[in-house]
């Protein structure tokens, strides 16, 4: 199974503050996803990116997200100016076009305070 | 709007028990996720499937495509497989995953 690390694992900011979470997928992947938890509650789907464009978005990923490949290894999730209701654990995930797997790395917890 | 319901939200069983944990989808999918994640917060993934049974050590897997409908079940449970479990799916069409709200499986020795 491939291995996904994200960086930072735990993430505390001030309301307002630009945040950048990171993935990387050990292994060639084409198919990015960002989904996030909020505590107690379901894993949401955020973004997808394929191709070096977002291939699907919803409707949480509003203009104060964004996502990209910078250095075609590493996979960023941009918050602009976060909110304390962006507060939550982020999934990176990684899959392929011939199959419909998802690779999941450990999440980064990230806290608004 | 593709809907996945699981049941029940929580279970509470013994050591050495039978466990199912059910799983309900709206829409027509083309593949379902199983998957495990421990109080730590990280995800692994258990099965993914399309279609009839998948068996893994104590762990099966089974979905019925045309009731909409997968079951995990967990044989001679053990306090380890304490834990959440979360079914997904992949609507027909789509590469996202939509996630069922897990069963929180509390296994006492």
């Known amino acids: 199974e491939p291995e996904v690390t994200q960086t930072p694992s735990h993430q505390v900011t001030q309301m307002g503050q630009e945040v950048i979470l990171r993935c990387v997928p050990i292994?060639?992947?084409?198919?990015f996803y960002w989904y996030r938890q909020i505590l107690g509650q379901k894993v949401e789907f955020l973004v997808s990116f394929y191709n070096n464009e977002i291939s699907e978005k919803s409707e949480i990923f509003d203009d104060q997200f964004s996502v990209e490949r910078p250095d075609g290894s590493n996979f960023t999730l941009k918050i602009r100016s976060t909110k304390l209701e962006d507060s939550a654990m982020y999934f990176c995930?990684?899959?392929?076009?011939?199959?419909?797997?998802?690779?999941f790395g450990p999440g980064t917890r990230l806290t608004v305070t | 709007k593709n809907e996945v319901e699981q049941s029940p939200q929580n279970l509470t069983a013994q050591e050495g028990e039978f466990i199912t944990i059910n799983c309900s989808y709206s829409?027509?999918?083309?593949?379902l996720h199983w998957l495990q994640q421990h109080p730590g917060g990280g995800i692994v993934s258990l099965f993914m499937l399309s279609s009839g049974k998948k068996k893994h050590g104590r762990l099966i897997a089974t979905i019925n495509i045309q009731e909409k409908h997968s079951s995990l079940h967990i044989t001679a449970s053990h306090p380890r497989d304490s834990a959440v479990y979360i079914c997904?799916?992949?609507?027909?069409?789509?590469?996202?995953?939509?996630f069922g709200q897990g069963t929180r499986l509390t296994i006492n020795p």
């Open positions: 292994s060639n992947h084409l198919y």
């Open positions: 829409v027509g999918i083309s593949a």
């Open positions: 995930a990684v899959g392929s076009h011939s199959s419909y797997e998802q690779y």
């Open positions: 997904a799916v992949v609507g027909q069409g789509a590469q996202k995953l939509v």
